[in-house]
């Protein structure tokens, strides 16, 4: 059974930095890809971050230069690292894992706000 479990979010302040983990409960190498979404109240989940087994990334236009994707394989974790935080980066934030099919964690809030 594959579970992945989120943590790292947290109350910033804009310009603030966080870094969010993924721990998974098996080796991250057998994944095809892993990444981070985040739904914000209302709106639909968008892909944030995706990272390939080769270690290869893309991001969301809206993230790019402020967002760094990474991966442990020897901790089993990936990692997502914001900053430059803005309030419209108030979200739930997943993690997703690919493996024939779409493993999603139960989510970390994080909310942007003086």
């Known amino acids: 059974q594959v579970q992945l479990v989120e943590s790292g979010g947290g109350l910033v302040q804009p310009g603030g930095s966080l870094r969010l983990s993924c721990a998974a409960s098996l080796s991250i190498f057998f994944f095809n890809h892993m990444a981070w979404y985040r739904q914000a109240p209302g709106k639909q989940r968008e892909l944030v971050a995706q990272i390939t087994k080769g270690g290869s990334t893309n991001y969301a236009d809206s993230v790019k230069g402020r967002f760094t994707i990474s991966r442990d394989n020897a901790k089993n974790t990936v990692y997502l690292q914001i900053n430059s935080l803005k309030p419209e980066d108030t979200a739930v934030y997943y993690c997703?894992?690919?493996?024939?099919?779409?493993?999603w964690g139960p989510g970390t809030q994080v909310t942007v706000s003086s």
């Open positions: 997703d894992a690919y493996l024939a099919r779409d493993y």
